[in-house]
């Protein structure tokens, strides 16, 4: 059963697997209230985005971050 009342889940018997990641506060609440509004709990409503993506053209590949600086910018004494 979903922990919130009322979100269809997934059916019970699937082989499923763990995603986790960490994201800002505000990307979670704004795909909390998405799988909320669309009556789904969190994990169906990811599947169905994945699945949703991959038929409409793939999962986009996006470029890679700029590279950290290795040491401070901190002026010498």
Known sequence: M???P???RQP???HLVL???RVRP???HAVNAAAENSGRSLGLYLDD???YLEENGGL???PRPAPQ???LPIPAA
Do not use: I, N
């Open 2 to 4: 979903s922990t919130q």
């Open 6 to 8: 009322g979100r269809v």
């Open 12 to 14: 019970d018997g699937l």
């Open 19 to 21: 995603l986790q990641g």
């Open 26 to 28: 505000e990307r979670r």
């Open 49 to 51: 985005l994945v699945r």
């Open 60 to 62: 986009p590949v996006f």
């Open 69 to 71: 600086a290795d040491e």
